[in-house]
């Protein structure tokens, strides 16, 4: 089979497509034929190298994961003995989580693993592009932030995976939303439902003088420290992005009215991940949810997905077909 082989941190070269062993199964797994993954944000950082958060969690020197790519839908190729919720031949959506190795033509993931059958109404590319950002923004808003009706929720990085999954999930939450993103994307971010939204290329948001109940930084651009008078006597700020600045602003703040909060989901116990992917997917049966696609790449032009990603500036998802 092919996969992207993660061979060093850097750009281009970095990442290699060859050919590999088809991997074999043990009795709890599930081999699926990929269709479609996605480069996230997350993938890029990894194969940059260039900070040591990250570096901590993929290598200190070089890559320890083989091949990179968590989120994708496929087909279930083959299964372990004991593996009894699914069949040959179902259509799913996983998420590979810490192993990794989506970037492939097929992958292994564990029945223990997020993995759920896939909606009928969505395309295998449709589908790969909904973990990664929705059991981001889901637990982040509903756990953390303590979404609740009638909240004024501000969404910072609207555009992005994570962005557009938390507009969509703080209006089922039936709350006010009001999202940062840049001018040409206010067309998109308003067509899945924000209510107001503030183009940061022209507005600082420094100085606006709403309030709000949440603020969820999805991309970690800002801080509790510069936008703390935004946030209601009880408001929470949400941040995405394990930096030294957010770990200390949620010890500064643990036991005080507002509250920042930094959150690692993708180390979340597999059950509740599951749980969340079933929720969601029943989102999507009743057309509550859309996924956001900027552009699909073949595996075997996938640098040029990297390359792409590694700009910041995509909207949604960007999808890799094998
Ligand atoms: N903690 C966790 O559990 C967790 C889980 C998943 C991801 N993450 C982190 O979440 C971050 C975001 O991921 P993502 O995948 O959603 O990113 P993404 O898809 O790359 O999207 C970033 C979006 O932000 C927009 N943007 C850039 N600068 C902005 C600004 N100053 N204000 C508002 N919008 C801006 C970009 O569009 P324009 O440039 O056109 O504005 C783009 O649409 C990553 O750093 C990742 O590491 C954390």
């Known amino acids: ?21 088809l991997p074999k199964i043990k009795e709890h797994e599930i081999l699926i034929r990929v269709k479609a993954t996605t480069v996230t944000a997350v993938d890029a950082i990894f194969r940059s190298g260039n900070d040591l958060f990250p570096r901590m969690a993929t290598g200190l ?44 033509e097929y992958v292994i993931v564990s029945d223990k693993d997020p993995i759920v059958h896939k909606p009928e109404g969505l395309s ?51 709350t006010e939303v009001t999202a940062v993103c840049s001018s040409e994307k206010v067309e998109l971010v308003s067509s899945l439902g924000a209510d107001h939204c503030i183009n940061y290329q022209t507005t600082k948001l420094e100085d606006i003088e709403d309030q ?16 703390k008078h935004l946030l209601s006597p009880q408001g929470i700020y949400l941040t995405t ?32 991940k599951t749980a969340d992917l079933l929720f969601i997917s029943e989102l999507f049966n009743q057309k509550k949810l859309i996924s956001v696609i900027d552009r ?18 995509k909207s949604g998802a960007v999808v890799v077909t094998t």
């Open 1 to 21: 089979m092919k996969a992207a082989l993660f061979k060093k941190y850097g750009s281009r070269d970095s990442i290699v497509v060859s050919e590999v062993e």
């Open 61 to 104: 020197f070089s890559p320890r994961i083989k091949t990179l790519g968590t989120e994708l839908s496929g087909v279930v190729e083959a299964l372990g003995e004991q593996v009894n919720d699914f069949k040959i031949g179902d259509e799913v959506i996983a998420d590979s989580g810490t192993n990794y190795g989506a970037h492939a």
């Open 124 to 174: 295998f590319e449709e589908a790969a592009a909904v973990p990664y950002g929705a059991l981001t923004a889901l637990p982040f808003l509903r756990d953390h932030g303590k979404i609740k009706q009638g909240d004024r929720v501000l969404i910072i990085g609207a555009s992005g995976s994570v962005g557009t999954y938390a507009v969509q999930l703080a209006k089922y939450f039936e």
């Open 212 to 227: 709000f109940d949440i603020i969820f930084d999805t991309i970690g651009k800002y801080s509790m420290r510069v936008l």
């Open 241 to 272: 992005v394990l930096s030294l600045g957010s770990v200390i602003d949620m010890l500064m703040t643990k036991g005080t009215d507002k509250k920042s909060i930094l959150a690692l989901t993708g180390l979340r116990k597999n059950e509740d």
């Open 296 to 313: 699909k790449y073949d595996l075997d032009a996938i640098h040029d997905a990297f390359e792409y990603v590694s700009k910041g500036h």
